[in-house]
C-alpha cells in the first residue's frame, strides 16, 4: 500500500510540473557569441538554468549545439549573481 501511496504522488507531482508557465520566468533574449556565429538564448530565472534554450542558431549549427550554448550562459549569470551574495560576519 505505501509503494502505491508513493507511486501516485511521484504521478501527481510529475503532472504538476509539467504545467508550469516558463513565460512568467523568461528574461529578454540574449545574444551570444560563437565561433560559428551569434546565438539568440531565451534564459530564465537565474536559478532556472535548466530551461535555458536557444531560440536563434547561426547556419551551420544544430539546435542542440545553441542549447548548449545557452545553458553555459545561463550557468555563467547565476555565478556572477550569487558569486556577490556574501554571508554576513
Known amino acids: 500500500m505505501k509503494i502505491f501511496a508513493l ?7 510529475s503532472v504538476v510540473a509539467g504545467c508550469v508557465d516558463r513565460s512568467a520566468y ?3 533574449p540574449v545574444k551570444i ?3 560559428k556565429g551569434e546565438v539568440t538564448c531565451q534564459l530564465y ?3 532556472r538554468v ?4 536557444s531560440i536563434a542558431v ?3 549549427m544544430s539546435k542542440a549545439e ?6 553555459q550562459e545561463g550557468h555563467r549569470q547565476f555565478r556572477s549573481t550569487h558569486n556577490r551574495v556574501r554571508p554576513a560576519s
Open 7 to 13: 507511486g501516485v504522488a511521484v504521478a501527481a507531482t
Open 26 to 28: 523568461e528574461s529578454n
Open 58 to 60: 547561426p547556419p551551420g
Open 50 to 53: 535548466q530551461w535555458d534554450e
Open 45 to 47: 530565472t537565474r536559478d
Open 33 to 35: 557569441k560563437s565561433p
Open 66 to 71: 545553441g542549447d548548449a550554448l545557452c545553458i
